[in-house]
């Protein structure tokens, strides 16, 4: 079981956090909209802390808001705001500041995504995975 | 030299218009489809339209070739990653950022970008040079070279009033470099007399201020 600190809750972050809690991980979640908490309960029998998720209200590049939501335990780190450069940053941040072993952040750029994957990190993009999936819709037309 | 620039608000746009006026080449980059309008009027080729937190756009501006880039947009993200990309992917010898938020200056050390300028901590110093705290002022910090240089008002009854330079006992790494002096400021020599009143200037290595502190008040 790992402690995984998700930073950005919107549809890919709370998804990805319920299923990571559902697996069995310690899982905590940090985002300034309260409305992400709300994401995270909608269609659920019970409440995110009742299921025994963790949910801070915060931005991701303030510090003491990170240390609330448990960075300095982090196995795992994914940085899934909506903004590629706030995820770009705080990823780093993970990674250099609380050496937080492994670090995922999402970049819906590809060319950023590309060239900082390259930089030794560990990138998502969204964005080629559905030109890929329009590409293999497309093969016979 | 030429010059890009990311962020075309208020300082971008002013910074833009003092470089091409001392003859340098510059290109600004803005995001804002009627902030960019309102400047290419103004600034015609000069000004592109585009996030510059783009590779591609970066590329069109000439990134490689620039002596300088400036990232000087809203967001401290947006200039963090402007810096890295143009520093690591395009060898842009000299960058410079600004630092919207005083809390996030410690990213920007942490990731080495450098320098930075920050306003509200410019405004903070110049309020610290009005109203000093404990009678000293940090003119200027290199920590990168770990190097500063600092002015101290000398107290009446302090060690070093009514001493000759020479005979304070200033820590290793330490330098009286100036004294100024009803208006007139002068570098001293070994038997310089420092009198209460004086302000001095002190050349010092981080980490002394306490001890040459205790040297110059009461």
């Known amino acids: 079981m790992s402690f995984i600190l998700i930073v950005g809750a919107g549809r890919v972050g709370s998804s990805v956090a319920r299923s990571m809690l559902a697996s069995g991980h310690e899982v905590s979640v940090l985002d300034e909209d309260p409305l992400s908490h709300e994401r995270l309960d909608a269609g659920q029998a019970t409440t995110w802390e009742d299921a025994g998720g963790r949910f801070t209200i915060g931005h991701a590049l303030e510090v003491d808001a990170l240390r609330e939501a448990g960075i300095e335990q982090a196995d795992v780190f994914v940085a899934s705001t909506d903004g590629d450069n706030t995820n770009l940053t705080v990823a780093q941040i993970a990674q250099k500041m609380f050496e937080v072993p492994r670090v995922i952040a999402r970049v819906m750029d590809p060319a950023r995504a590309e060239w900082y994957a390259g930089q030794g990190l560990s990138t998502i993009c969204p964005t080629r995975y559905a030109v890929e999936m329009f590409e293999q819709e497309l093969a016979g037309v | ?218």
């Not at chain 2, 300088?68 to 992917?89: F, M, P, S, Y």
């Not at chain 2, 820590?171 to 570098?187: N, Q």
């Open chain 2, 1 to 218: 030299m030429y010059a890009v620039i990311v962020g075309g608000g208020k300082v971008g746009l002013n910074l833009t218009r003092e470089l091409i006026e001392k003859g340098h080449e510059v290109t600004l980059i803005e995001q804002r489809r009627d902030r960019y309008l309102s400047m290419e009027d103004e600034l015609e080729h000069v000004a592109q339209y585009g996030d510059g937190t783009e590779l591609w756009v970066l590329e069109r501006a000439g990134i490689s070739r620039a002596d300088l880039l400036v990232a000087v947009t809203g967001d401290d993200e947006d200039n963090i990653l402007i810096c890295q990309i143009a520093r690591e992917k395009y060898l842009v010898e000299r960058i410079i950022s600004r630092v919207n938020n005083p809390r996030n200056r410690q990213y920007f050390d942490l990731l080495g970008i450098r320098p930075v300028v920050s306003a509200t901590e410019l405004i903070l110093r110049l309020i610290e040079h009005e109203v000093p705290q404990y009678g000293l002022v940090h003119l200027l910090d290199l920590p990168g070279e770990r190097l500063e240089i600092i002015e101290m008002d000398v107290a009446e009854g302090s060690p070093a009033a009514g001493a000759h330079v020479q005979d304070i006992a200033m820590p290793d790494g330490s330098l009286v470099i100036s004294i100024l002096r009803g208006g007139d400021g002068f570098v001293p020599s070994g038997d310089t007399v420092i009198e209460a009143g004086d302000e001095v200037l002190l050349c010092l290595d981080p980490g002394l201020e306490d001890q040459v502190t205790a040297l110059f008040s009461a």
